[in-house]
């Protein structure tokens, strides 16, 4: 009859996607600032990972995984209470009524601030790590709610796969697309603020006289193509409302994507608010190549497949 007076330290690790949007119509802005959009997100390999590590004293900590594939040093991520990671973890803590006490080490591999939801990333890894470590036995429903409480994409890091979102984004429906497509990301050496850009396209627009409609739903001929794989088909069907603003932002993103077109790519594309390019490939050997022609201009890029699996526990260890 072994009687344990405190229990040992434990450790969650959880993985989640990048994301990419194949199709991202905006409307205007509404009066709470947002703006109303549809989407379609497609969950790519490139993986955040969050180690949550239960500590003896309380509060939430935070730092960045030496095993990070970004220049750390180069980057401008907040390690108090504007991370998105502490946010998850706190807002776990406070829903679930559980005494915190726990560590947050989170690797870094999406570009910070590339239009690819790398915090949003955090967050829902943070929030299935939390889940697991204090056994809150929350649902699938009540975990993708409080996710939408952090972020429009942080719903979507949870679900993975590719999916239709409405809303803000948070309003999921998933795809059922599971055939493989392959990407080439090309990543920029600077950010571009998301607000700063959904701020550009409505500058733009209201320069133009442009009233936006309402976006209600996605092109129906891009959810088959994403369905059956079929990377020619999608090719025509690529779309960011966004893309103008974050090109007028960023002028350089031009040459990217026009030299993308011109080197074998299918299609280019900026990744929801930029300035992560986004380069669609006939398949796994085309991408190999276009990123070994990119390193040959000095530009590294990536080679990615999706959709992928949404937040997943890596392992789960009493230390
Ligand atoms: P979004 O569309 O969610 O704004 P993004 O992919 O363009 O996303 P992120 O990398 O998620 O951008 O980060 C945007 C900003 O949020 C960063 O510049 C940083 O200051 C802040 N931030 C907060 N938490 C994190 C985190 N865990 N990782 C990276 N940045 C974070």
């Not at 040992?8 to 959880?14: A, F, H, I």
């Not at 679930?96 to 790398?118: D, F, N, Q, S, Y």
Request: hydrophobic share 45%.
């Amino acid at each position: 009859m072994g009687t344990m007076s405190t229990p040992r330290p434990r450790s969650v690790k959880v993985k989640a996607p990048g994301k990419v949007n194949v199709s991202l119509r905006v409307g205007p802005a509404r009066p709470d600032g947002y703006h109303s959009v549809a989407s379609v997100y497609l969950a790519v390999s490139l993986f955040e990972e969050v180690t949550a590590t239960s500590t003896p004293e309380p509060g939430v900590t935070v730092s960045l995984s030496p095993d990070s594939t970004l220049d750390l040093d180069e980057l401008d991520i907040p390690l108090d209470e504007r991370n998105l990671a502490v946010r998850a973890a706190r807002l776990m803590a406070e829903v679930t009524e559980r005494p915190t006490g726990v560590h947050l080490e989170i690797t870094k591999r999406v570009p910070v601030a590339g239009g690819m939801g790398g915090g949003s990333a955090d967050a829902a890894a943070t929030l299935l790590a939390c889940d697991a470590l204090w056994g809150s036995g929350l649902s699938k429903e009540e975990l993708a709610h409080l996710a939408a409480e952090l972020g429009a994409d942080v719903p979507f890091a949870l679900l993975g796969g590719a999916a239709v979102g409405l809303g803000v984004g948070d309003q999921l429906s998933p795809a059922l697309a599971t055939t493989r497509l392959d990407w080439v990301l090309v990543p920029a050496e600077y950010g571009l603020s998301t607000p700063r850009v959904f701020a550009e396209l409505d500058r733009l627009r209201a320069a133009e006289g442009f009233d936006a409609p309402e976006p209600t739903d996605v092109e129906p001929g891009i959810l088959t193509a994403l369905r059956s794989g079929d990377s020619g088909g999608l090719r025509h069907l690529l779309v960011n409302d966004l893309q103008r603003a974050a090109v007028e932002l960023a002028p350089q993103l031009r040459d990217t994507l026009g030299w993308a077109d011109s080197h074998g790519a299918l299609a280019s594309i900026v990744s929801g608010s930029g300035p992560t390019v986004a380069l669609l490939a006939v398949d796994a050997a085309a991408a190999q190549d276009l990123v070994d022609s990119f390193a040959r201009q000095g530009v590294e890029a990536l080679a990615v497949h999706g959709p992928v699996a949404g937040a997943k526990i890596v392992s789960d260890t009493v230390l």
